[in-house]
C-alpha cells in the first residue's frame, strides 16, 4: 500500500518548516510515487541510437539560438562551441558530457519537512496544472482567473491526498498587475498550502524576488545549501532559448535552485510532424539547454522536459491524450534515463472545454502514458482544461482522484504468501463465495483503490439524488474542501517577513499590465 | 500508418462471402491491430513461476467442479484426473499438457473475406459490448433493449472504421422470448453486417442453431472446415463449469467454432482480494476450461479470457478501470502468452450511469490496459456503460472513435530517413516554423491521429453552436451513421434460407420469457 504519512523524519526544511510543523492542521498527503513497476519502452535501441546521433547533427551542424544574451554566447565559446550571430554550433559530445555534472536526482524542500520530494530515479513527483488565463466552474462557466482563484486552487491543492507539490502558477491571476502578481502568487503558495512549489520565470528579476521571498521562508543560509524550488524553463522550439528564459534559468541555477528545461512543442508546428523527427529535436534542444545551465554551475539540479501535443491538421487546433503524443513522451522518456536526468513530461492534458467525457479519455491517456513512461515530475497532472487555456476547478479534484489510481498501479503486484492466498482458495472452494473468508476480511481495506468522487451506487439511488454526472459530483467535493480547509501554522515573524517583503516590493513598482 | 482497406486478398468466406463482396455498399472498416509495440509485463520470471505452481496445486488439490455433466466427468475421468462426485482433480501437469493441442492462433472468417480476422499471436481484434439488458442514448434515457435497439448497434457495429467484429448479445432483445430471441440475433448480424460475429451460448441447443444458419450463410462443407464463430463461455468463478456453458462449448468445439474460455471475477466475491491469487484462480480455470476443450476435439480453436473487476468494499458495487483490474490483466496477458494462446480481456468497462467523464476515465484506463497487455480479442471493446447493464448509443461511438488511437499507437515508432525528418529540421532552422515546410506537406495527413467526434473547434465557435459536450456531440453522430447505414448486399437465396430458418425454428417453439 502507498505510503501515506503526513509526518516524515526528514532533513528539515528550516526553522520555518520545523516551527510550523508543530502548529499544523495538516491534510494527508500521500509520499511521492516510488515505482515498483517497469517502465514501457517503445523505442528500440537501434531507434535511441539514430536519434541521439541525429541530435549531434543539429547541434553540430545546425546548432542553436541564444537570442539577446551575449553572456551566455561568450560561456558557450569559452566552453568550445562555434559561435555566429546567436547561433551556437555545439561540436558533437560536448554537451552530453557537459550535462554529466547534472544530478540523477535531487530532494526539493518543503516547508513542512514531511512533504520534501525527491525528484528522479523511479519516483514520481505530481503537481497541478500551470499557466491558463481563464478558470472554469459549474456555477460561473468560463471567466478571466483572479488572484482569489488562483488561493482557492492553491487551498485545493494542499487538501488533495495525491497531489504532492503545490505546483506554481495554478492560473494567472489577471486582476494582479504583471508585474506584480508573483509576489501574491509566491505569497499564497508560502503561506496558504506547506508542500514544495514553483518559482516565476517570467523576468529574471521575478526569478530572483522568488529566491528572496524562499530565503525569508526557509532561511537564507537553507536556500543556498538545498533546493527549495523547482521552475518552468520553456524552450522556445524550434531551437531557441530567448533571454527571458535563459536569464530566470541563470538566476536559479546560480543560486542551486532547480529548473525543468523543457521544450514546448506542438508536432507539425514547432517540430517535424513525425515522431522520431520530434525525438531529434527535442534531444538537441535539451541537450542545449542543459548544457548551459551546468555552464552557469555545475551541479545545478535540472529536469529532462518535454511538453508534447500533436496538431489538428484540418483545424490547426493542438489536440491532446494523442497516440503520437504517447509515442514521443514514452521516447523521450528512454532518451532521459540514457543520461541519467529526471524527466518531466504528461499531464491532465485535454482539448475538451468542458470535464466532459472528451476530457476524461484525453487526460486519462495521458496519465497512463506518464505514469508508464516513467515521468520523475508531473506537471500539470490535475486541472488542465481547453488546451491550457483553463483551470477547471471540477476537473482539478476529478483528475486529482485518479491520480490515486496511479499510486496504487505503480505499486506492482506483491507475491508474498498473504498475496498468493492460497489458504483463501482453499477455503472457499468451487462455487463458494470470498466475500467472507477470512483472507478478505484482513485485507480488504487496502485492497482496492476507490474513488473519492466518482459514482458507485446504485441506479435508484444516484437517479433519486438528481443523477449527477461527474462534473455535478465534483462541484460538490471542491465545495467541501473548500469550506473545510484550515491553513497551516506558519511562524508569525516568517509570516510577516513575507508580507512585508510582497508590500514593499509592490510599492517599489509602478502597474504594468503587459 | 495503419492499412485500411474494404477489400483484401484473402481465403474467401464461401459461396456467400463472394457473392456478397461484388455487390456491396461497403464501409470502411480497418484491419485488425498488428501490434509493432511491446507489451507491459507487470510480473517477474518468479512471481509468474509461483503463479503457475499455484495454480497446478489448485488444480490438483481443491480441484474444480464440472456440473450436471456426467460426460464430462467421464472424459476428465479417462485422461487420468481424480473424480469425486462433481469434483475434478487434475494431476499436475495434465491440464497443461491437455492444452497444448489448442492453436497459437486462428482465422475467424466473415462472410466478406476483406472482414477475416486472425485471432492471437501481435493481433488485437476488436468487438463491441456484449450482454446488457438496457440501452442508454441522449432521447429516451435508460430503457429496456428491444430487437430494433440490437440491430441498430449491429448497424453501428458494422458502420465503425475501427471496429472488427460485429460481437455477439450487443444488448439483450428484451422484447423477444427468452428461447427464440438467439434466431433473431444471428439474424441481425449475418444480414445487417458482413463482419465476423459470435455464437450463442445460453442453451447447447442455441449453439446448434448458430451453427446451422452459419451453415446457410457459409455452406456447410465451408462451416466444418473452417472457424465461422468465436462465442463467450464463462466459467461459474471459483471453479465451477456449469452444464449450460460446457453444452455450448462442446456443441462449437466439435463444430471446430472457437470458444472464449472466460473466468468471470469480481475481485473479492469471485476470487480473493490479491491480485497474485487472482490470477493463480484465474489461471487454474482457464487450464482446466481448456483442457476440457481439447478433451471434446482436439485442435478446438479457443481464447484464454479474464473478465476481471475489481469491487468497492464499501457498498459492494463493481468497479471498473481500477488499478487492481490492470495489474490482473497485464499479468492473465503474460501468463496467456506462455500458454501460447490467443488472449481476451480488457473492454470499455465503466460504472458510470451516464457517457460521462467517469465513465471516459475508467474506459480509458481500460482500454490502454488492454492494448499493452497483449490483448488478442477485446470484447466489450466500445458501448458498455453502467457496470454491463446498459448499452449506451453514444458512448459506443464515442469509444469507437478511441478505438482508432489504440490503432495508430500500435503501428510503433517509424524511424526509416522520412521518419527522422533530419531535411525538415536543416530546412526550418532555429526560430522557424513547420507548418508550411515540405515535409509537414508530403506527410501531414497521415501524421497524426485526429479524432471524428470530439470537439477541436475555437471557444467561441463552440459556445455558438450551442456549448455541447460529448455525449451530445456523439448523439448527433449517431444519428447521422443510422441515418447513412447502407445494408451489405446477400445472395437472395441465402438471405431467404436464413429467413425460412428463423421463421421455422420459432414455429416449432412455444414462447418462454424466463
Chains 1, 2 share one sequence.
Not at 536526468?341 to 502514458?369: H, I, V
Request: charged fraction near 20%.
Amino acid at each position: 500500500m502507498t505510503e501515506v504519512q503526513t509526518r516524515r523524519p526528514a532533513r528539515g526544511g528550516g526553522g520555518a518548516a520545523r516551527r510550523a510543523e508543530r502548529g499544523a492542521v495538516s491534510f494527508e498527503t500521500a509520499q511521492y510515487i516510488r515505482r515498483n513497476i517497469p517502465n514501457f519502452e517503445i523505442l528500440t535501441e537501434e531507434a535511441l541510437e539514430i536519434i541521439e546521433t541525429n541530435a549531434e547533427t543539429v547541434l553540430a551542424e545546425i546548432g542553436v539560438n541564444f537570442v539577446n544574451n551575449p553572456g551566455a554566447l561568450a560561456l558557450w565559446r569559452d566552453a568550445g562551441a562555434e559561435i555566429e550571430g546567436e547561433r551556437v554550433r555545439i561540436p558533437r559530445g560536448l554537451a552530453r558530457q557537459l550535462c554529466a555534472t547534472a544530478p540523477r536526482e535531487y530532494t526539493q524542500y518543503a516547508r513542512n519537512p514531511a512533504r520534501n520530494v525527491v525528484i528522479g530515479g523511479k519516483n514520481l513527483v505530481l503537481a497541478p496544472v500551470y499557466g491558463p488565463p481563464f478558470v472554469h466552474d459549474i456555477k460561473g462557466g468560463r471567466r478571466y482567473a483572479t488572484m482569489e482563484d488562483f488561493r482557492k486552487f492553491v487551498k485545493l491543492g494542499y487538501m488533495s491526498k495525491w497531489l504532492h507539490h503545490s505546483g506554481g502558477t495554478v492560473c494567472e491571476p489577471t486582476d494582479i498587475p504583471v508585474n506584480k502578481r508573483h509576489l501574491d502568487m509566491l505569497h499564497a503558495h508560502m503561506t496558504l498550502s506547506d508542500k514544495p512549489f514553483m518559482g516565476s520565470v517570467t523576468e529574471p528579476s521575478r526569478a530572483q524576488d522568488s529566491v528572496e521571498m524562499c530565503e525569508i521562508l526557509f532561511g537564507r543560509d537553507f536556500v543556498q545549501n538545498n533546493t527549495v524550488m523547482t521552475s518552468l524553463i520553456n524552450i522556445n522550439s524550434p531551437m531557441t532559448f530567448d533571454d527571458v528564459m535563459m536569464g530566470s534559468l541563470e538566476v536559479y541555477a546560480r543560486s542551486n535552485q532547480a529548473a525543468i528545461i523543457s521544450p514546448f512543442i506542438v508536432g507539425g508546428a514547432m517540430a517535424p510532424v513525425s515522431v522520431a523527427g520530434t525525438l531529434t529535436q527535442v534531444l538537441a534542444e535539451v541537450l542545449a539547454g542543459i548544457a548551459y545551465s551546468q555552464l552557469v554551475r555545475p551541479g545545478a539540479p535540472v529536469i529532462f522536459g518535454a511538453f508534447v501535443t500533436s496538431i489538428d491538421m484540418n483545424s490547426g487546433a493542438p489536440t491532446f491524450g494523442t497516440p503520437e503524443a504517447s509515442q514521443i513522451t514514452y521516447g523521450a522518456g528512454q532518451l532521459a534515463r540514457r543520461m541519467g536526468l529526471p524527466f518531466r513530461s504528461a499531464g491532465s492534458f485535454c482539448g475538451s472545454k468542458l470535464p466532459d467525457a472528451q476530457a476524461a479519455y484525453e487526460t486519462a491517456n495521458s496519465l497512463n502514458m506518464g505514469l508508464l513512461s516513467g515521468v520523475n515530475f508531473m506537471l500539470h497532472a490535475c486541472g488542465w482544461l481547453e488546451g491550457g487555456l483553463v483551470s477547471s476547478f471540477e476537473k482539478f479534484v476529478m483528475d486529482a482522484d485518479q491520480l490515486g489510481a496511479l499510486h496504487k498501479f505503480a505499486e506492482g503486484v506483491a507475491i508474498d504468501e498473504n498475496a498468493q492466498a492460497m489458504g483463501a482458495i482453499r477455503e472457499v472452494g468451487p462455487s463458494g463465495h470470498y466475500l467472507g473468508c477470512a483472507h478478505t476480511q484482513a485485507n480488504f481495506k487496502s485492497a482496492f483503490w476507490r474513488s473519492d468522487v466518482f459514482d458507485y451506487k446504485p441506479y435508484e439511488t444516484w437517479h433519486e439524488e438528481g443523477a449527477r454526472d461527474t462534473m455535478a459530483l465534483a462541484a460538490v467535493k471542491v465545495e467541501q474542501m473548500l469550506a473545510n480547509y484550515q491553513q497551516p501554522a506558519l511562524d508569525p515573524s516568517i509570516a510577516e517577513g513575507l508580507a512585508d517583503y510582497v508590500a514593499r516590493k509592490k510599492d517599489s513598482m509602478a502597474d504594468a499590465f503587459m
